[in-house]
């Protein structure tokens, strides 16, 4: 980990991915390969028009969830040989197609970038405190739960 650089940011404003892949270059060292994965706010219907999800609502808890993803990147950090890494988690209103969530992952070989980026994302999913509010077509809002698919994902990352 000697050399490793991170930044977590959690901001209700949009970023550039390109502008970030920038910042992020000048931190990666003798990097070979930079993964990233950007996520995205999907709009999908649950069976009736009227209950097409829009947008959403993210809370969180400032600090903790901060220092939460921190501990997830230093995890990932442990497990693959990572020069720099770059999370960007929005919060506040944000509509259907609207970025959400930016992982960037630098590293000399693809493959740890691939994994890293993965495993930060799983664990994101699961771990990091965010609350989630559907706003739907019809107005009203709902909580959205943790999904059991999500649970899955991060038990392949156990050992």
Same mark, same amino acid.
């Given at each position: 980990m000697a050399g490793f650089w991170q930044k977590v940011s959690i901001q209700t404003d949009a970023f550039e991915?390109?502008?970030?892949?920038?910042?992020?270059?000048?931190?990666?060292?003798?990097?070979?390969?930079?993964?990233? #994965?950007?996520?995205? %706010?999907?709009?999908?219907?649950?069976?009736?028009?009227e209950e097409? %999800? %829009?947008?959403?609502?993210? !809370?969180?808890?400032?600090? %903790?969830?901060?220092?939460?993803? !921190?501990? $997830? $990147?230093h995890e990932a950090a442990q497990r693959w040989s990572l020069t720099a890494v770059r999370v960007i988690h929005r919060v506040g209103a944000l509509h259907a197609n609207e970025v959400i969530v930016l992982v960037m992952v630098c590293s000399r070989h693809r493959r740890d970038? #691939?994994?890293?980026? !993965? #495993?930060?994302?799983?664990?994101?999913?699961?771990?990091?405190? #965010?609350?989630?509010r559907e706003s739907r077509a019809n107005g009203s809002q709902k909580w959205v739960e943790a999904k059991l698919s999500d649970a899955q994902a991060v038990q392949r990352w156990q050992p």
């Open positions: 991915l390109g502008k970030e892949e920038i910042a992020l270059r000048q931190h990666a060292g003798d990097a070979g390969a930079l993964v990233a #994965f950007q996520g995205m %706010v999907r709009e999908f219907d649950h069976g009736m028009a097409r %999800v %829009v947008g959403l609502c993210l !809370e969180h808890f400032p600090e %903790v969830t901060e220092s939460e993803i !921190e501990r $997830i $990147i970038s #691939f994994a890293a980026a !993965e #495993f930060i994302m799983d664990y994101l999913k699961t771990q990091a405190p #965010f609350w989630k």
